[in-house]
């Protein structure tokens, strides 16, 4: 089943490659630019679109027929063969073991020579937070907070042909997956947990090891495939397991990881404010941690709360909580 609409996927790639840097940027923090809730599929997918290509340069693949070359000239990008993503911030991924990072590094700096063997070898390369070396991705991380209040980050997987990087998991934050070459079939199904987040439920801290059976068992309740210029707006908890359809050429997406507020940061915002009283930076004495003395702390310090939370100007509070909405970058869901 897919669920994307393929308008705009069939640019030539002279068009693309005749577009200009300024151009290019103009598209691209158009793409993403979008209300969530309120944009519909095609509208979304249109979008997409416009990101074929010309994301494509920065990771290795300038033109569709360049891409059908497992090495070569295809496999010269940006962002692969110049090491400037931050060491750091690669991942190789292969049927979900991700190889030591000492497999990609000489010295302690990305080494693009090796990342050309281990991609050559079947791995997927993960490039991560490229909106923090990547301008024009900065701008369009920038303007999706603006618009919708919510922190993210992106970033793009460089997958062999016919290969898979990452296996079953979820995440805990949405995403939108934006297919820009190859295409990747993408299983999904229901959450296990509702609403994971940070440490409450995420993939890691609860796997066991039977869920993978049980799900191929099952069969997924969905199966999309993405195709260039494609795109899925994927609700955080959901598990996934995408994988490399073509046989010949390579799959590139980017995901948009898309943190939520929730009521969680609300409350947290709301507790943070008593630092500035005194009352809450005292210091609790060493015998008094523990029995009843601590039981008395607790007391005293929830009855503090509350009448710090009951003196509260709501109105002014949620100006101030926009402000960091719009703003704060490391919040996590």
């Not at 494609?230 to 490399?244: C, D, F, I, K, T």
């Not at 008094?288 to 310090?301: A, F, K, T, Y």
Request: hydrophobic share 35%.
């Amino acid at each position: 089943m897919n669920t994307s609409s393929t308008a705009g996927a069939d640019r030539s790639s002279d068009a693309v490659a005749s577009t200009d840097v300024e151009q290019a940027e103009r598209e691209v923090r158009r793409v993403l630019a979008f209300q969530l809730g309120t944009t519909t599929r095609s509208e979304l997918d249109d979008a997409a679109a416009s990101l074929r290509g010309r994301v494509s340069a920065l990771l290795g693949d300038p033109s569709a027929e360049e891409g059908k070359t497992h090495g070569g000239s295809a496999d010269r990008g940006l962002l692969l063969e110049t090491g400037c993503v931050p060491a750091d911030e690669i991942a190789v991924v292969s049927n979900g073991a991700a190889l030591h990072p000492d497999r990609h590094r000489t010295a302690g700096r990305t080494d693009p020579a090796k990342l050309r063997s281990l991609y050559e070898d079947g791995h997927t390369i993960r490039l991560g937070n490229l909106q923090r070396v990547v301008p024009f991705l900065a701008d369009v991380s920038r303007s999706i907070q603006q618009e919708t209040g919510y922190s993210n980050y992106l970033h793009a997987f460089v997958t062999p042909p016919g290969r898979q990087g990452l296996l079953h998991h979820w995440d805990q934050q949405m995403a939108v997956i934006v297919q820009i070459t190859g295409s990747k079939r993408w299983q999904l199904w229901r959450p296990m947990f509702p609403s994971p987040m940070r440490e409450y439920q995420e993939s890691f801290r609860v796997w066991d090891p039977g869920f993978i059976p049980r799900w191929e068992a099952m069969g997924p309740d969905l199966e999309v495939d993405l195709r260039p210029g494609q795109s899925l707006l994927l609700p955080r908890g959901w598990v996934h397991n995408p994988h490399a359809l073509d046989s010949e050429v390579r799959s590139i997406h980017l995901t948009f990881a898309i943190r939520e507020r929730t009521p969680v940061w609300v409350a947290e915002k709301l507790v943070g404010g008593v630092i500035e009283k005194d009352a809450f930076r005292r210091v609790i004495l060493p015998g008094d941690i523990g029995g009843h003395r601590l039981s008395q702390h607790v007391r005293e310090v929830r009855q503090a709360l509350v009448e710090h939370l009951a003196g509260l100007d709501v109105d002014d509070f949620a100006q101030s909580l926009h402000r960091a909405a719009v703003s704060e970058r490391e919040y996590t869901t």
